[in-house]
């Protein structure tokens, strides 16, 4: 289904006002790193990459079996600024930009294999309500050309479409009962 889309994971933000890693907070059994990497490679999505900070590193790859891991070194410049680390990951050595990504922040967790499918129908940057993520991302130059502080709703305008899902964000402990 989504055979050679590549995916972003984003899982380098400090978790500062949930009190621990969000990457690393489990759900059913399984980490929100972990679950999000499933649920990507069971909709064929390839490569995936994994966004984390430097002291997470080793247990976000741990987490993340089946996803290339990379460290974005300023994690407090932005979330726009991991992506940026991602998308480069994706170009690798060949250099070729991706033509669509899907953009997965790590804490906004509510989507599942059929958000995905209903994101794939689209051929621009699309938001799926009402889970709001992950996020179908076309506009890869602009991002790229961005300050790794911008927030990406002022780079990117993105379509909102119906898809299968729940809106969850999981920002501080009382988000945390969401998931029971």
Same mark, same amino acid.
């Given at each position: 289904? $989504?055979? #050679?889309?590549?995916?972003?994971?984003?899982?380098?933000?400090?978790?500062?006002?949930?009190? =621990?890693?969000?990457?690393?907070?489990?759900?059913? #059994?399984?980490?929100?790193?972990?679950?999000?990497?499933?649920?990507?490679?069971?909709?064929?999505?390839?490569?995936?990459? &994994?966004?984390?900070?430097?002291?997470?590193?080793?247990?976000?790859?741990?987490?993340?079996? $089946?996803?290339?891991?990379?460290?974005? =070194?300023?994690?407090?410049? #932005? %979330? +726009?600024?991991?992506? =940026?680390?991602?998308?480069?990951?994706?170009?690798?050595?060949?250099?070729?930009?991706?033509? %669509? &990504?899907?953009?997965?922040?790590?804490?906004?967790?509510?989507?599942?294999?059929?958000?995905?499918? +209903?994101?794939?129908?689209? +051929? +621009? /940057?699309?938001?799926?309500?009402?889970?709001? @993520?992950?996020?179908?991302?076309?506009?890869?130059?602009? &991002?790229?050309?961005? $300050?790794?502080?911008?927030?990406?709703?002022?780079?990117?305008?993105?379509?909102?479409? /119906?898809?299968? #899902?729940? @809106?969850?964000?999981?920002?501080?402990?009382? /988000?945390?009962?969401?998931?029971?």
């Amino acid at each position: 289904m $989504g055979k #050679g889309i590549p995916a972003v994971i984003l899982a380098a933000g400090a978790s500062s006002r949930l009190g =621990q890693p969000k990457a690393l907070v489990e759900w059913d #059994g399984e980490t929100l790193t972990g679950r999000a990497v499933r649920l990507l490679k069971e909709s064929g999505c390839s490569p995936i990459i &994994v966004v984390t900070r430097p002291e997470l590193l080793v247990d976000v790859a741990i987490a993340s079996r $089946g996803a290339n891991v990379v460290v974005n =070194q300023y994690p407090e410049e #932005g %979330r +726009t600024g991991s992506l =940026q680390v991602g998308l480069l990951a994706l170009m690798g050595d060949n250099g070729r930009i991706p033509r %669509r &990504v899907f953009v997965v922040p790590v804490d906004r967790c509510g989507w599942q294999k059929e958000t995905l499918e +209903t994101l794939l129908k689209e +051929t +621009t /940057d699309s938001s799926p309500n009402p889970s709001g @993520h992950p996020l179908l991302l076309c506009s890869v130059e602009d &991002v790229l050309a961005s $300050g790794p502080d911008e927030p990406l709703r002022d780079i990117v305008r993105f379509s909102r479409i /119906d898809a299968p #899902g729940e @809106h969850l964000n999981i920002d501080a402990p009382a /988000d945390l009962e969401a998931l029971k």
